[in-house]
T-cell receptor
Framework: ETGVTQSPTHLIKTRGQQVTLRCSSQ?????VSWYQQALGQGPQFIFQ???????GRGNFPPRFSGLQFPNYSSELNVNALELDDSALYLC????????????FGQGTRLTVV | AQSVTQPDIHITVSEGASLELRCNYSYGATPYLFWYVQSPGQGLQLLLK??????LVQGIKGFEAEFKRSQSSFNLRKPSVHWSDAAEYFC????????????????FGTGTLLAVQP
């Protein structure tokens, strides 16, 4: 177990709705990254937060947004859900700006109908 | 462009047989290299990583991988597979340089699904 927890584990939303996914980072970690893993694919980098600021973003539209809180936990928000947003969303926490090992949570399985 | 290729989508091996999963990357410099394992419905667990130094890296669960710069490869090996090794395996490189100032971000391959026959 990595100490990274995500909630909820599963949820179902309707197209056009908004969703918020949550991640508690491992103790001592100040960097959180979010990844989207579509069925049969590898994870794709969405964005990263370091000390409450977004410091990098992958090829995802602005309707994917996030927050990081003073305790370094994080939220991923997705507006105007589309069917293609159905995926496993993974959160990874790490320490600092230089590369260190990232520890992944169990993920949130989002289904958009 | 940075990318990772895992040529084998699905591999089946017999329990006790040896295993090699292939990974090729395109990076433009010496990357950090990783192998992760994912059981159904689960997150990713790090098996091993290469940052620098010895090109043969030992990981958990009896896995090892060899970095070959000339072939841009980082293949994962295990001498004797156990039924519990059945899972999906992802090779990843980092840090990706295309995503602004973010460090610590990975580019993953599409994965190799390993099945183990009794």
């Amino acid at each position: 177990e990595t100490g990274v927890t995500q909630s909820p584990t599963h949820l179902i939303k309707t197209r056009g709705q908004q969703v918020t996914l949550r991640c508690s980072s491992q103790s001592g970690h100040n960097t959180v990254s979010w990844y989207q893993q579509a069925l049969g694919q590898g994870p794709q980098f969405i964005f990263q937060y370091y000390r409450e600021e977004e410091n990098g973003r992958g090829n995802f539209p602005p309707r994917f947004s996030g927050l990081q809180f003073p305790n370094y936990s994080s939220e991923l928000n997705v507006n105007a859900l589309e069917l293609d947003d159905s995926a496993l969303y993974l959160c990874a926490s790490s320490q600092g700006q230089g590369y260190t090992e990232a520890f992944f949570g169990q993920g949130t399985r989002l289904t958009v109908v | 462009a940075q990318s990772v290729t895992q040529p084998d989508i699905h591999i089946t091996v017999s329990e006790g047989a040896s295993l090699e999963l292939r990974c090729n990357y395109s990076y433009g410099a010496t990357p950090y290299l990783f192998w992760y394992v994912q059981s159904p419905g689960q997150g990713l667990q790090l098996l091993l990583k290469y940052f620098s130094g010895d090109t043969l890296v030992q990981g958990i669960k009896g896995f090892e991988a060899e970095f070959k710069r000339s072939q841009s490869s980082f293949n994962l090996r295990k001498p004797s597979v156990h039924w519990s090794d059945a899972a999906e395996y992802f090779c990843a490189v980092g840090p990706a340089r295309d995503y602004g100032g973010a460090t610590n971000k990975l580019i993953f391959g599409t994965g190799t699904l390993l099945a183990v026959q009794p």
